[in-house]
Structures are given as C-alpha cells and as structure tokens.
C-alpha cells in the first residue's frame, strides 16, 4: 500500500510537469488583464481581438499552406526513397544509404537551415530561381527535413509488409507498377497518412529551419510568436496557442477513437471466424 | 500411419511412356546465394495431370525450386522448360502457372469475391465471366457465401481455400503450392488432403506441391521426390519410395526404420545373405543386389514389417530371427510401438496393432521376445 502511494506522487509528479505549464497558458488566455502574468478576471476578449489581427491570421494560414505542401512532398519523395532502402535488395551501398536517410533527424537544425539558406543564395545566383526567399523556399526547407522522418516510417511498415503479397499479386498477372498503386499502396496507407500527418506536425512548429530561409513578407506563425515574445508578449498569443491545441487534441481524440472503434470490430470480425469454422 | 497411395493406378502412368513428352523440364538447375549452394544441379521431368510432391526439410532447396519455377528467383546455371517453352527471362506475370504461398497473401485490403478476380481483371477478362468464374470456383471449395467477407474475417481453413480458388481461377496449367496444408490443424490437414486431390483430379490441373510433411506426400501425391541439401536423393511413387529406398537418407526421413549393418557372404541371382553384428543373426533377403560379396552394406527394416512374438517362431532357421527384451512399449490406441534392445545392444523399434485390448496384450515390459521378419522386408541401402 505504502509503495503504491509513492508510485501515484511520482505519477501525479509526472503529469503536472508535463502539463502545468500548458494548463497556465490556457488559464491566461481568459484573462482581463493586459498583463499576461497578473490575473484580471475572467473575458473571452482576447479571442475577438484575435480574429481582427490580420498579421498573426495571416502568418497562420501561410504556416497551414507551407505545412499542407511540405507534408504532401516529403510523402512522395520519403515513400519513394523507403521503397528503394526496403524492397530492391542488396545495391552497393545500401548500409551507406540507409544510414544517410536518417541523418537528418540528428541533424541541429541551425545546420540545416544554414546550409540551406546557402544553397538556395547559390542557387539564385546561379540559374536565378529560387527568386528570393519566401513560402517557395520554406516549403523546400520543410520537405528536405520532413522526408527523413516520412521515409524511416514507410521503410519500417513495408519491411513488416508480407512480401508474399506482391509476388502474389505478380504472380496473378500484375505488372510491378500495377503491384505497387493497387497492393502495396493501399495497404501501406495507414503508414502514408501517419508519415504525412507527422510531417504536418513538424512543418508547422518549427522556427529554427524557417528563420533561416524564410524572406520579407513570409513570416510563418511560430515565427510571429517567438519575435513577439521579444517585445512582450501579447494574451492574444495564449488565446491562439489555446485554439491550436484544441484543433490539434480533437484530431488526435477523434482519430484514436476512430482506430479503438475499428480495432474492436477486427477482433469481434476474428472471433466470428474462427467460431464459425 | 498411411502408407498406401489413395490413386488407384489404371493405366501406364505417363513417366513409364517413353511417348509422353514432360510438361515441366528442369534441366541441371542450380541456385547459389553467395557461397551458399540451395538447388545444387537438379534435374526433373514432370508431366501433365501429375500431382508431384517435393519433399524435404528446412533448407533442402525444395522452396527455392518452387520459386525458380514460378519466376520469382532466377536459376544461377541451368534451364527451366515449361510446356516446351524456356522460362529463362521470363517473368512471373507472363508465366503460364499460378503458385499458393505458404502464407497464403490474400491481399488484407480486399473482400474474397475481389482477391479471387483479382487474376481475371488483369488480364482483361469482361465483367459478367469474371462474375461467373469466380462464382464456380467459389462454390467448388465451397465458400460461395463467403464471397463479400475479408480475408480476416475467415477461420484458416476458409482462408486456406480463397488462396487455392484464387490461383485456381484463372485455369492454369501448372499450379504450385508451397505448403497448401503447413497452417492448419491436424485433422481440417487431413480433410483438406482429399480435397485437394479431388480439386485436382476434377479440374486436371498438374500440381507441384513442396512438403516437409512425408505423411502428406504420400497420400496426396502420384509421384515424390526427396530433397536433401539440394539435391533429390530420390524421384518415385510413393510406394516405390516407401518400400524401396534407395539410400540411408531417405530410409531414415520417410516413416521410421531400423538399420543393420552387415556383411554380404551370399550374393545369388534370387537372394542375398548378410551377416550382420548388429542384429545378431543372419540377413537373408530375397532380392539381389550388385555388390561384391564381403562388401558393407546397410540393411533397412520398417517396424511394422517386425513381428514380435514370446515363442520362438516355428520353421526358424536362425535368419532374419534375433531375440531382446523390451525396455519400452508407447500405446497409440491403435498401434504400439515397441522398443526392443537386442542382446548385441542395438534397439529396434517395432510396431504392432493393437489386435486385443492394452489390458489383455500378452507382451509386457522386460519380457523376452523373438523378432522375426519375411525375405522381402529388408531393403539392402548401398550408400
């Protein structure tokens, strides 16, 4: 009995470090006051005051469209490239490749950015495009940095992937590229959606990448929020940082919900089969 | 345990016709990965309407031929013919034969009805004739209200059946099965063998099935080769593999034997006497065999060919009849089986049905027994 106390304080312990700080920030974002750390009373003004705010509105919807793009390339390019490390054998140079595709999640981002930043300036001088830095190059930044983590996904998903099932469907009379767009594709989608998702994620709350390759007039959101806080920081941020987190916890509580339902109707459907002979 | 073949043979089988052309030629094939040699230089013939059974254990090269056939591995040497035609560069999309994996990989993302057309559609086949074919073929391993389940939402013995229709369906010549019966249980296995050798009669497709079920082989299949480390170390009916092998190997790997070494003193056109330290007593068998007398040879004798007795058997002439005690009896209801260790060391095993009740059988443990056995029981093994 005395141990399973110490273990529900550690537990309890746990959880107000992970989330105090996030129920503080929702806390202040009714707050009256102007002052972020003095309690004024309770109003939902800072909300209304968000939704006139053109800049913070505006860097949002950019950070949206960067994070959608981002998403959607680094799924090709990372799908493409587990493909490759998961299915063709043994090339020369395999060991070298694989490892080299997950550098990137190790990489400090300064370095990334930076180098980056300079390819895009070589670039420019070179063949004259990118012209100049903006969502173009911050998409770009985005998809290099997202394809990593895309394709570590998709290469773990296809290596469990019974291979049998595309000699199967070869076998039946399917040329390869048939193969993959209607065996491997549809069933590896879950990995794809999962991939896409996380590279949502990643796009859409880094500051380091896109500070260094974003240019005048393309100030993504995390962006907007870490040079405000330079200049002391607004509620209004509270009450949008609030908005965010619902977005994102209604899509998680909604997609694990959806996967707990179709979890139990596989185990109800296995059931039936084997009772059923 | 089942020893003789369900086929009744009614005509020349078509290996003995000197006229028959084989449908499947494989021709000195050998397979390498890296240093590791899995098919070392096969040749087999196979012909049309044959239920051929490769059987073998892990690692033998029985799966890698399989897949040779099939296209999905290239032969490092050597050269496949189906139907005439040479498969080298040929690949499995265009080949002439349909293969049932182990696994069975019905694809998880489609219904049963979708998996089974899936062969038909590509190749362009109209929509009301897949509808059809699919349906026949549905309804000949009877899962017909099966046909809008998904592959998880059949037992394995369901399972086991959309991946036999689904290869089925486009009517191949030749269909290869990589151990159709290795997932299911003991007796759905059974039921299952007499399904698929009336599957395969009706339709008259020739089947190459790889085991390393020997009980599984025999009783499905017209003809068996054995595998061993690559190699077929024997190609015959099931009979003839059972009754007759031709090495330790596969003596030893099909059903139980006990071996005697010995020495040939006799070697006439009719018979063979051997000598032999092991058994304890002279050999005689009534076949003869090309070796030089004084020669080392083996001799095999399956158990259930021993018969045991607590009287010396009458007309003994002190051949093919030894003596032991008996160290251990295993009661399988409707067999026992009987270790014997003879007086020179060697145990033997014998099996004896069961003709009266456990209660009432007259040989017990540690009781002196006679073992005795026909002229054609043993078979001389020369490697």
């Not at chain 2, 002279?282 to 080392?296: C, F």
Request: with cysteine; net charge neutral; glycine share 8%.
């Amino acid at each position: 009995m005395k141990q399973m106390g110490k273990l529900a304080w550690a537990l309890w312990f746990g959880y107000a470090f992970l989330y105090v700080p996030i129920a503080l920030l929702i806390f202040y974002s009714f707050n009256e006051s102007r002052l972020v750390t003095v309690w004024g009373g309770f109003s939902t003004k800072w909300y209304a005051e968000l939704l006139q705010n053109d800049q913070l509105l505006g860097a949002a919807w950019l950070s949206l469209k960067v994070a959608a793009m981002s998403a959607t390339a680094s799924v090709v390019l990372g799908t493409v490239a587990g493909l490759a490390l998961a299915r063709f054998g043994r090339f020369r140079g395999r060991t070298l490749f694989g490892g080299m595709i997950t550098a990137p999640l190790v990489m400090p981002e300064v370095i990334t950015g930076l180098s980056l930043l300079l390819l895009f300036v070589a670039l420019e001088q070179a063949i004259g495009w990118p012209d100049g830095r903006g969502m173009t190059t911050i998409t770009i930044a985005h998809t290099t940095f997202t394809m990593a983590y895309v394709a570590v996904i998709i290469q773990s998903r296809l290596v469990s992937l019974d291979e049998s099932l595309e000699e199967a469907a070869m076998d039946l009379g399917a040329r390869p590229a048939k193969v993959f767009f209607v065996i491997t594709l549809p069933i590896i989608a879950p990995a794809i959606v999962s991939g896409w998702l996380l590279a949502f994620t990643l796009s859409l709350d880094d500051v380091v990448v896109a500070s260094f390759v974003s240019g005048p007039g393309s100030t993504t959101l995390p962006m907007v929020i870490f040079s405000s806080v330079k200049f002391g920081i607004s509620p209004q941020i509270n009450a949008l940082a609030t908005l965010m987190m619902v977005v994102v916890a209604t899509g998680i509580f909604i997609a694990s919900l959806v996967m707990a339902r179709q979890e139990r109707q596989r185990k109800r459907d296995e059931q039936m089969a084997v009772q059923g002979g | 345990m089942a020893v003789q073949p369900i086929r009744k043979p009614t005509r020349l089988e078509p290996w003995q016709d000197p006229g028959q052309k084989p449908y499947v030629r494989i021709e000195k094939v050998t397979k390498t990965f890296g240093d590791f040699v899995a098919v070392d230089e096969v040749s087999l013939s196979i012909y049309r309407g044959e239920f051929f059974a490769l059987l073998g254990g892990s690692g033998s090269g029985k799966t890698t031929l399989l897949r040779m056939l099939a296209g999905f591995e290239t032969p490092t040497e050597g050269k496949i013919f189906i139907d005439g035609v040479d498969m080298a560069g040929i690949p499995p999309y265009e080949r002439p034969v349909n293969m049932m994996f182990q696994s069975y990989a019905l694809f998880p993302h489609m219904s049963v009805e979708q998996n089974v057309a899936f062969g038909l559609k590509q190749d362009g086949v109209p929509k009301a004739e897949i509808k059809e074919r699919v349906g026949a073929i549905l309804d000949l391993v009877q899962l017909g209200q099966f046909g809008k389940r998904k592959p998880h939402q059949l037992s394995g013995g369901q399972r086991q059946r959309v991946a036999l229709a689904r290869s089925l369906v486009k009517r191949p010549k030749l269909l290869l099965l990589d151990e159709p019966l290795g997932a299911l249980d003991k007796r759905l296995r059974e039921r299952t063998q007499f399904e698929l050798v009336n599957i395969q009669e009706k339709l008259g497709v020739t089947f190459i099935v790889v085991t390393h079920d020997q009980e599984e082989a025999m009783t499905m299949s017209s003809r068996i080769a054995v595998m061993n480390h690559g190699v077929i170390a024997q190609t015959g009916t099931p009979t003839e593999i059972y009754e007759y092998p031709q090495s330790r190997f596969v003596a030893e790997f099909i059903g139980s034997v006990n071996m005697f070494e010995g020495r040939v003193v006799e070697d006439q056109a009719d018979h063979v006497l051997i000598r032999s330290e092991d058994a304890g007593c002279d050999l005689y068998i009534n076949h003869a065999v090309a070796v030089p007398a004084g020669a080392t040879v083996g001799v095999a004798v399956r158990p259930e060919k021993i018969a045991l007795s607590k009287e010396p058997p009458a007309n003994a002439d002190g051949r093919n009849v030894t003596s032991g005690i008996v160290r251990e009896i295993a009661y399988l209801g409707d067999v026992s089986i009987y270790l014997v260790e003879l007086k020179t060391g060697k145990t033997v095993r014998v099996t004896a049905p069961n003709v009266v009740r456990r209660t009432e059988m007259p040989i017990t443990w540690d009781d002196e027994v006679h073992l005795s056995w026909r002229p054609f029981a043993g078979v001389v093994l020369t490697q």
